[in-house]
């Protein structure tokens, strides 16, 4: 008897691997993780399947790995696939597509012909952002009813005041070169006049050579004592980072969401980002229309510079967007709302 002729909620979520690995923190993996949960307390059967290998670039093995476990599901299952694993397989979505219900969960674009014949595959898709779902409907010709947002959610947090000076920066990203850092260290050099602390909580192992030359580039620049590349933080760890922080500032070259940017909003932090992406649907605006924060152009340090020059050196824009950002904090849909999606296209999809 399948899951839908029982009537019961039940839905297999195939995951990457290394969802739990507290070296490797990842949006996308805190997303899932959420989702899965929040499912759960809304009385959904949830069957995890974490598929091991080396999404996204998985080895034969692996990719058999993932063949033989959808095909090991019963008829008309309700699937929720990471487009981690989903959008670079498609030789195991496209045998199954006609016999389960595929969901593809897509947190970050390929953009390529592989993930097209994925999508084709699926019943439907799930973007992480309205970014995300423009951009997989213009690239690869989707129908509009097949393609959802379910934005992330954000947990509550204590709202955290603020130093008169501002002067304490926080980046939270993988230190990887999509992330800016580079960009980042650029611009702090440009406002070396000025004091400030920088603190870098992010994976270390993405990319090691590129980390070496940031080092390289700080040592350089002067900077060695006022950046740190502290590596990944989770849980306490994170939030008392957060709580230590004046300003957010993500130098992202591309972002589909920018789930740091909610995280920091929840505390009533101002946030200093690039308009790449989905960065600004994140950033999003208080009730009264004011962003509670400063875009600037992704790649542009000078421009980057301007912004942080005008936050340290200006305590009355420094006070606005506190404000803004307050106000906010108090709008911000949580991670129930998230599921709740979630789960409507879930069900949509038995139909």
Known sequence: MTARAAGVAEVHVVLPGDIDDPAAPSGGNHYDRRI??????AGWRVHEHAV????????PAERADLAARLAALPDRAVVL??????SVAPEALEPQARRLRLVVL???PRGDSTEARALAAATAVVATSGWTRRRLRERYGLPADR????????????PVPGSPAGNRLLCVAAVAPHKGHDVLLAALAAVADLPWRCRCVGALTRDPAYVDRLRRQAAGSGLAGRVELVGPRTGVDL???YAAA???VLASRGETYGMVVTEALARGTPVLATDAGGLPDALGRAPGGERPGLLVPPDDPAALA????AWLGDPGLRERLRRAARARRDNLADWAATAATLAAVLRGVTA
């Open 36 to 41: 899965c949960r929040g499912l759960a307390d």
């Open 106 to 108: 897509v947190h970050l």
């Open 81 to 86: 696939l990471d487009g981690l694993v989903a």
């Open 246 to 248: 004046d300003l957010l």
């Open 239 to 241: 939030a008392a980072a």
């Open 306 to 309: 301007g912004a942080l020059r």
């Open 52 to 59: 091991p290998g080396g999404w996204p670039a998985p080895a």
């Open 147 to 158: 393609v959802h947002v379910a934005t992330p959610g954000v947990d509550p947090a204590p």
